[in-house]
């Protein structure tokens, strides 16, 4: 089974524009991300696949793999897509390229979900952690995710899901991380597919993946990351940072 992981990194970020540039303890985010999955030893090859002449020369000139985006997208999975339509791959993860503390465990179990898929059940695997503060709940740059008792997915939103009509019923809320793991089968299928109304409406690309009927299979982890959205985020990495090189 060949693996690999894509990096989506987009330059123009709508809720902090070039995060992925930004400095990040003398290494860009988008370098620092790229490292930190090339360092998992998880995967046959790495690359980061972009529409912007500033990031793939970045990635270039430290070293790394970077595809450029021949079209237009939408979304993460339908550039990866493009970049892997005509390579020889089995599963493909997508690696956030703001997620540049990447942990190999989490990773681990993505990947061990297709392993053990010996019927092919599985289309997308994905991760989601268990929150509790209610700000964080409430928060719609968190993704919630709730799923049937097997662990797939039945919707995810930036709305409370599910909605605590009825209180201390023993609802854990989850949310979503946004690394997944594809077949690639599937991810062409996405890629092929139009936009339909619920992931327009959430700018959710998953919603599209179950929309259409595809199973994804969440992974519960206690690795939440550290996702880079706000100007706030990127000093919590920078102190992350210091303290781990302390």
Request: glycine residues 4%; hydrophobic residues 40%.
């Amino acid at each position: 089974m060949k693996i690999i992981a894509v990096i989506p990194a987009r330059y123009a970020s709508t809720r902090f524009p070039a995060k992925l540039m930004q400095d990040l303890g003398g290494k860009t985010v988008i370098v620092r991300t790229y490292e930190a999955a090339v360092n998992t030893q998880l995967f046959d090859d790495v690359f980061v696949v972009t529409d912007s002449d500033k990031i793939y020369n970045e990635i270039i000139s430290n070293g790394g793999k970077a595809i450029m985006s021949i079209k237009e997208h939408e979304s993460g999975s339908d550039r990866i897509a493009e970049a892997i339509e005509n390579m020889e791959v089995d599963v493909v993860i997508n690696v956030q390229g703001d997620e540049p503390f990447i942990n190999a465990e989490p990773l681990e179990k993505v990947i061990e979900v297709f392993k053990n898929d010996i019927q092919k059940e599985v289309d997308l695997a994905s991760l989601m952690f268990e929150i509790k503060d209610i700000s964080e709940i409430q928060n719609p740059n968190n993704v919630k995710v709730i799923v049937d008792q097997k662990g797939f997915a039945l919707y995810f939103s930036r709305s409370v899901i599910p909605y605590p009509r009825e209180e201390n019923v023993g609802v854990r809320y989850m949310k979503h991380i946004g690394i997944y793991a594809f077949r690639k089968e599937a991810l062409l299928d996405f890629y092929r597919l139009p936009m339909l109304s619920l992931e327009a409406s959430e700018k959710l690309e998953q919603l599209r993946y179950l929309e259409y009927g595809k199973r994804i299979k969440m992974v519960e982890t206690t690795h939440a990351g550290i996702g880079i959205d706000t100007i706030e985020d990127l000093e919590k990495a920078r102190e992350i940072l210091k303290n781990q090189v302390k």
